[in-house]
């Protein structure tokens, strides 16, 4: 993904990947959030961090050891906001995530998203990790 190459045709809104408000307070911030909001700015874009709601408090992604864990841990972990089919419907939609690792996060959001209405959902990261990489 190459900022410098994405002209602000390429999507409509930003949405960063919310956090569980219980972990929000714990944290106190949401780093897709900050991503999403510089990533805006250089797109000429307005983030929506009214979108997409995390409705469930799973573990975090990286304790998940395979890609079947995860994936099973976030199927349902999002909803969207209750504007959101007025926000998304018919837009392309890129979603701002951390860390990218198997998908799960970003396929859980488009889902949300989808459903919503949104005509695509593309995806940002910060970095790739494979799972096992580390090892």
């Known amino acids: ?69 995860r994936h099973s841990a976030l199927a349902g972990g999002f909803a969207t906001g209750p504007n959101a089919s007025t926000i998304v419907t018919g837009k392309r939609v890129l979603v701002v995530d951390d860390v990218f690792t198997t998908g799960s996060t970003v396929k859980a959001a488009a889902d949300a998203l989808k459903s919503a209405g949104a005509s695509w959902v593309g995806a940002a990261a910060l970095t790739v990790q494979p799972i096992g990489s580390l090892k």
């Open 1 to 69: 993904f190459n900022i410098e190459s994405m002209s602000r045709s390429a999507a409509d809104l930003v949405v960063p990947i919310p956090l569980h408000k219980s972990r929000l307070r714990s944290r106190g911030y949401n780093q897709s959030e900050i991503m999403a909001r510089l990533l805006s700015e250089r797109l000429g874009l307005q983030p929506r961090n009214d979108v997409l709601v995390r409705v469930a408090h799973t573990v975090p992604q990286s304790e998940l050891p395979t890609a079947i864990a």
